[in-house]
């Protein structure tokens, strides 16, 4: 089968990368695959971050992708169409994370032969940050393929408020399987610069950090826990940090807060994910989150919020736990709980199981079936 893959792809970075070079791999086993990528992504002055590129330390997955299409020039849209046409591609995958893409992607769809099956796979449908833009957008993008793949329900229910008749099949995010093997606790903390915290109770906050995430929660949740409980704090913050600062500051948590204030890049992973003893998900909104199939990779347990699709991805009791509202107290009396039962081996054995299961094989093999009732 000859499928045409049109995303982010190295030299981009983030999870969205990391997800379709993962698929790509798992799908040029056994078909013949072709990636498309963006000659510019996001104009440089609205993108938040410092560089939208992997920077040479990083151990990336360099996917030959064609860099063809530009987000904000309608010509490279013309091109991009054409160039994928040519291919005759008996399949046509996109991934839909942000509205912003809407008008590109869904251009090059709209010129595809109708013997191209056109499948999104969708990280979100209705954006946690909203804007003016979003739901002509959504429409616009939408309408424009012919099956989806959302890995929570809350992604498919999000969908059918648009399309109620559309071909959708839910898949659970596979775990992220390329940082390598968990490492011993000790030796996670030596390098990270934080020996001191051997007898600690790790939390971990990781990733980009934004409102929707609730991190300002966490600290809240942290000032709830006595002086035993320590905080790591790694990944780039998408606007500004100082909020943060000032808020462990009046909460006099600063000393129990660990920042790594950056982009994390793919080797230094599973430092942070083998030094803590939980990942914290204190979104206030969600759909899905890519941080919880890294977590469930180190097989390190996860406290979330019930919020969107977060806890599609934990077995309450046995690979986690869920707090039903994102409030302070509620959170930091789960967390307590966590560790006065002393749950981390029990759940790690738990989570080791699921993952046998939730492989990016068994993920491409399914979507693979749901194509073919299309």
């Given at each position: 089968?000859?499928?045409s893959?049109?995303?982010?792809?190295?030299?981009?970075?983030?999870?969205?990368?990391?997800?379709?070079?993962?698929?790509?791999?798992?799908?040029?086993?056994?078909?013949?695959?072709?990636?498309?990528t963006?000659k510019?992504?996001?104009?440089?002055?609205?993108?938040?971050?410092?560089?939208?590129?992997?920077s040479?330390?990083?151990?990336?997955d360099?996917?030959?992708?064609?860099?063809?299409?530009?987000?904000?020039?309608?010509?490279?849209?013309?091109?991009?169409?054409?160039e994928?046409?040519?291919?005759?591609?008996?399949i046509?995958?996109?991934?839909?994370?942000?509205?912003?893409?809407?008008?590109?992607l869904?251009?090059v769809?709209?010129?595809?032969?109708?013997?191209?099956?056109?499948?999104a796979?969708?990280d979100?449908?209705?954006?946690?940050?909203?804007?003016?833009f979003?739901?002509a957008?959504?429409?616009?993008?939408?309408n424009?393929?012919?099956?989806?793949?959302?890995?929570?329900?809350?992604?498919?229910?999000?969908?059918?408020?648009?399309l109620?008749?559309?071909?959708?099949?839910?898949?659970?995010?596979?775990v992220?399987?390329?940082f390598?093997?968990?490492?011993?606790?000790?030796?996670?903390?030596?390098?990270?610069?934080?020996?001191?915290?051997?007898?600690?109770k790790?939390?971990?906050?990781?990733?980009?950090?934004?409102?929707?995430?609730?991190?300002?929660?966490?600290i809240?949740?942290?000032?709830?826990?006595?002086?035993?409980?320590?905080?790591?704090i790694?990944?780039?913050a998408?606007?500004?940090?100082?909020?943060?600062?000032?808020?462990?500051?009046?909460?006099?948590?600063?000393?129990?807060?660990?920042?790594?204030e950056r982009?994390i890049?793919?080797?230094?992973?599973?430092?942070?994910f083998?030094?803590s003893?939980?990942?914290?998900?204190?979104y206030?909104?969600a759909?899905?989150?890519?941080?919880?199939?890294?977590?469930?990779?180190?097989?390190?347990?996860?406290?979330?919020?019930?919020?969107?699709?977060l806890?599609?991805s934990?077995?309450?009791?046995?690979?986690?736990?869920?707090?039903?509202?994102?409030d302070?107290?509620?959170?930091?009396?789960?967390?307590?709980?966590?560790f006065?039962?002393?749950?981390?081996?029990?759940?790690?054995?738990n989570?080791?199981?699921?993952?046998?299961?939730?492989?990016?094989?068994?993920?491409?093999?399914?979507?693979?079936?749901?194509i073919?009732?299309?």
């Amino acid at each position: 089968m000859k499928i045409s893959f049109l995303s982010t792809f190295y030299p981009y970075r983030g999870g969205i990368a990391q997800f379709n070079a993962l698929l790509h791999r798992q799908l040029e086993k056994n078909h013949e695959v072709s990636a498309v990528t963006f000659k510019r992504q996001y104009p440089t002055l609205l993108f938040p971050g410092k560089t939208q590129f992997v920077s040479p330390e990083d151990k990336a997955d360099a996917i030959p992708a064609r860099r063809l299409l530009d987000t904000i020039n309608p010509l490279s849209y013309i091109r991009t169409a054409k160039e994928i046409r040519k291919t005759k591609p008996d399949i046509l995958l996109t991934k839909y994370w942000m509205t912003f893409f809407a008008p590109s992607l869904g251009f090059v769809l709209s010129r595809q032969s109708r013997f191209t099956k056109r499948i999104a796979i969708l990280d979100n449908v209705i954006p946690h940050e909203r804007r003016f833009f979003d739901h002509a957008f959504n429409r616009y993008f939408l309408n424009r393929n012919d099956a989806f793949i959302a890995m929570t329900e809350k992604v498919k229910a999000d969908l059918l408020s648009y399309l109620p008749d559309a071909k959708c099949m839910v898949i659970s995010h596979p775990v992220y399987n390329q940082f390598g093997p968990r490492i011993d606790r000790e030796e996670a903390l030596k390098s990270l610069g934080l020996s001191q915290l051997k007898d600690k109770k790790i939390l971990l906050f990781f990733g980009i950090i934004r409102d929707y995430k609730g991190l300002d929660v966490l600290i809240e949740t942290l000032a709830k826990l006595d002086d035993s409980y320590h905080l790591i704090i790694a990944g780039e913050a998408y606007g500004d940090f100082k909020k943060y600062q000032r808020l462990m500051d009046q909460a006099k948590v600063i000393e129990r807060c660990h920042v790594f204030e950056r982009y994390i890049d793919d080797h230094e992973v599973p430092l942070f994910f083998s030094a803590s003893d939980v990942c914290m998900l204190t979104y206030k909104s969600a759909t899905q989150s890519g941080i919880s199939g890294i977590s469930q990779h180190f097989e390190l347990p996860t406290i979330a919020t019930n919020v969107g699709g977060l806890a599609e991805s934990i077995i309450p009791g046995e690979t986690g736990y869920v707090v039903d509202v994102v409030d302070p107290s509620e959170i930091a009396k789960t967390i307590r709980t966590y560790f006065s039962e002393n749950k981390k081996e029990d759940f790690r054995g738990n989570i080791g199981r699921e993952n046998k299961a939730n492989s990016w094989e068994s993920f491409s093999e399914n979507l693979l079936k749901f194509i073919d009732t299309i």
